[in-house]
């Protein structure tokens, strides 16, 4: 283990977080905020946390994979807790660990939210804690991979580290160019949809806040009620295209910007994650209709923008969906679980890996039926690797292990059933809003300290795939070995 290293490459990260509350201070300062001065100290404090660190001589400069999960894993709790600063300075939360939850919901587009009454907070702090979306939701090490190339060959550790999906690599041969196509892309999305909010009706503030929700697939919002407080069929549909879009590979529109206009037609995890968002909504609104709204068209509206927000993992709101049926509500749970595509800004288990689940389960009822049979499990025309099939078991079974942890330690309040399981899936799948308590008009501020810190963790447990976080608890990953 290169302490050293790692402890450079923290120091880095630090600075770029204090770059980063600068577009906040702006805000604060064009509104005339109360939060002015908490900008101004939460960035002073964080870049002098980091600046000494990036003097560290070293002498090794390869960052090998011990060293990636460690940075990783550190890096977001380290960058969690600076984060939570303009939080706790401006008075915005009572005590650090609803800053610190905040913080995590927002870095890893979580968007569970602590705050009863988000209209009269600071517009600086808004803005921090939607922006905090928009930079977690490409991951703040890619960001720094995109910035910050002195890392070198050793960076795609880091990637490896902290990307979603079982199979995360280089688009193109260099890394500092890969982590630029994307955030080229991110961009560009992000802009376009800023700009549609906008002439959809929303004021400029909103139209970025919503904007940040949507491309990380975060889900704070401006509003109490989130996007049901406008009322605006457009808007929703906006927020509904676009989170379906974010929920995607975004390799794959590189690769349509390449030429290849095939490339999501061909994507099986793409066509797996479509049919399961179309058949979600088909039977949901069958559902509704009749029953929670009386059109056919009402039913559609909020059962697109419910299943296509919670599948994404952004959890914004159009309506109470607390209130609906037990069948509906089993469903949007479900799609707690199963969460965007590997390579988009969505969490929960990815659909690649439910879709690898399912063909190792085709493939172990065959071999019943047919013993001498070899079976390969396929997508679309190449083998998978028998590693990956062993790798994609390993993480389902240390997924629901965390969840049941989590979900007996929750339980220790003794809430009801609804708001411990859910409020459990929505943080470990970075969803945002359960049921219950911690449903669409609800929040997570009544919970104890214990459950907010369990909590937070189980986001970032959720949002780094689990194997970083856990890592760290592991004794010999901190022993010395010869490379």
């Not at 000494?52 to 090998?64: A, E, G, W």
């Not at 517009?123 to 979306?133: A, E, N």
């Not at 406008?230 to 794959?252: D, K, Q, R």
Request: proline share 3%; aromatic share 12%.
């Amino acid at each position: 283990m290169n302490f050293r290293l790692i402890l450079k490459v923290l120091g880095k990260l630090l600075i770029c977080e204090a770059l980063l509350m600068l577009p906040s201070l702006l805000v604060s300062l064009y509104y005339g905020g109360r939060d002015t001065r908490a900008f101004l100290l939460s960035m002073l404090i964080t870049a002098l946390a980091g600046i000494p660190l990036t003097f560290l001589k070293i002498n090794r400069k390869t960052i090998y994979a011990r060293d990636g999960f460690a940075i990783v894993a550190l890096g977001w709790i380290l960058m969690s807790f600076f984060a939570s600063l303009p939080f706790v300075l401006s008075g915005v939360t009572p005590n650090f660990i609803d800053g610190f939850f905040e913080a995590v919901s927002g870095l890893t587009t979580t968007g569970s939210s602590i705050l009863t009454f988000v209209e009269g907070q600071p517009k600086g702090v808004l803005f921090w804690r939607s922006f905090t979306h928009w930079v977690g939701g490409m991951g703040v090490i890619l960001l720094t991979l995109a910035i910050l190339p002195s890392l070198g060959a050793g960076g795609i550790q880091l990637m490896k580290a902290e990307s979603p999906g079982p199979n995360p690599g280089k688009i193109v041969p260099q890394l500092k160019q890969t982590a630029k196509i994307l955030y080229t892309i991110y961009l560009v999305i992000t802009v376009i949809e800023i700009i549609l909010l906008k002439l959809a009706g929303l004021s400029l503030f909103d139209a970025f806040i919503h904007s940040f929700g949507t491309v990380g697939t975060g889900g704070f919002s401006s509003m109490n009620a989130s996007v049901g407080a406008y009322n605006n069929p457009a808007v929703e549909i906006i927020i509904t295209v676009f989170t379906f879009i974010c929920g995607v590979n975004f390799s794959l529109y590189y690769l349509m910007l390449k030429g290849d206009f095939k490339a999501l037609s061909k994507d099986s995890e793409f066509r797996f994650y479509s049919g399961v968002v179309l058949v979600s909504i088909a039977l949901i609104t069958f559902n509704l209709y009749g029953r929670v709204f009386n059109s056919l068209g009402e039913s559609l509206r909020h059962s697109s923008f419910q299943v296509v927000t919670i599948i994404s993992t952004t959890g914004f709101s159009s309506t109470n969906f607390d209130q609906w049926g037990m069948f509906s509500k089993i469903i949007l749970f479900m799609l707690m679980f199963i969460g965007g595509c590997a390579g988009s800004t969505a969490g929960a288990m990815k659909n690649i890996r439910i879709l690898l689940l399912l063909k190792i389960m085709k493939r172990q009822l065959l071999k019943i039926i047919h013993p001498n049979a070899v079976y390969t499990v396929r997508l679309g025309n190449k083998a998978v690797d028998e590693k990956i099939l062993t790798g994609v078991q390993g993480f389902f079974f240390m997924y629901i292990l965390v969840f049941i942890i989590a979900v007996l330690i929750i339980s220790l309040e003794n809430l009801d059933w609804a708001t411990t399981i859910s409020s459990v899936a929505a943080t470990l799948g970075n969803v945002g809003p359960g049921f219950g308590i911690v449903g669409p008009m609800g929040n997570y501020s009544s919970l104890s300290s214990l459950s907010k810190f369990v909590l937070s963790f189980c986001m970032i447990i959720g949002r780094l795939e689990i194997l970083p976080v856990l890592l760290l608890a592991t004794p010999s990953f901190w022993k010395k070995v010869n490379i």
